[in-house]
Every structure is written in structure tokens, then in C-alpha cells.
Nanobody
Framework: VQLQASGGGLVQAGGSLRLSCAASGRTSSSDVMGWFRQAPGKEREFVAQITRSGGDTYSSRSVKGRFTISRDNPKNTVYLQMNSLKPEDTAVYYC????????????WGQGTLVTVSS
């Protein structure tokens, strides 16, 4: 499975961005897709995930109510709509995927940089 993330950029605090991640390859390996982020000098942290049906989503407390994860299965693409961005959201955002029931994410994209200016 290959994951290609895009959509990062520079935005002012309070603004919005939408990240996209297109998956190619074995579809069962992208039953669950997620977003993670890593800020400079910090460990990578979970942001949000979504199942193939789209009926089961989960977001971290730090982004709940501001970020929304969704997916378009025919396009095998997952999105992260980020609203009300804060400077502390600045990070490299990575998409990842795994098979249903897998305890860990098996496949990772290359990351896209989001910078939020104050």
C-alpha cells in the first residue's frame, strides 16, 4: 500500500486547511485510515482515525470539535478537515492505514507540513 498525503501549507491562526491522503494497493490494508502528527521536538501523536464504512471515527481530545476526518472509498482517499487552527497545531501530518483488527498501523505516508502562524 502506498499513501500520498497532500494539502499542507501555511495558514493564520483561526484559519482552515484540508489534508488529503490517497491510498493505492491492496484495499484491505486501508480498512482503517488515520492521521498522526509530529511537532518539532515532540513525539508523534495520534490525531484521528476512520473505518472503511465511515461509521466509526475517533479523534484526539486536542482536536475534537475542530478537526473532522472523512473518507471517499471509491477514491480510496481520506481527508482531514482542520478548522479553527492554532499555532500548536503546527506539525508534520502523516496519514497511515491498517487492516481491520490490526493492532498497529502498517503503512505510512510521507507527511505534509502544516504551519499555523499566530
Amino acid at each position: 500500500v502506498q499513501l500520498q498525503a497532500s494539502g499542507g501549507g501555511l495558514v493564520q491562526a483561526g484559519g482552515s486547511l484540508r489534508l488529503s491522503c490517497a491510498a493505492s494497493g491492496r484495499t484491505s490494508s486501508s480498512d482503517v485510515m488515520g492521521w498522526f502528527r509530529q511537532a518539532p521536538g515532540k513525539e508523534r501523536e495520534f490525531v484521528a482515525q476512520i473505518t472503511r464504512s465511515g461509521g466509526d471515527t475517533y479523534s484526539s481530545r486536542s482536536v475534537k470539535g475542530r478537526f473532522t476526518i472523512s473518507r471517499d472509498n471509491p477514491k480510496n482517499t481520506v481527508y482531514l478537515q482542520m478548522n479553527s487552527l492554532k499555532p500548536e497545531d503546527t506539525a508534520v501530518y502523516y496519514c497511515a492505514s491498517k487492516s481491520a483488527g490490526s493492532p498497529v498501523y502498517d503503512y505510512w505516508g510521507q507527511g505534509t507540513l502544516v504551519t499555523v502562524s499566530s
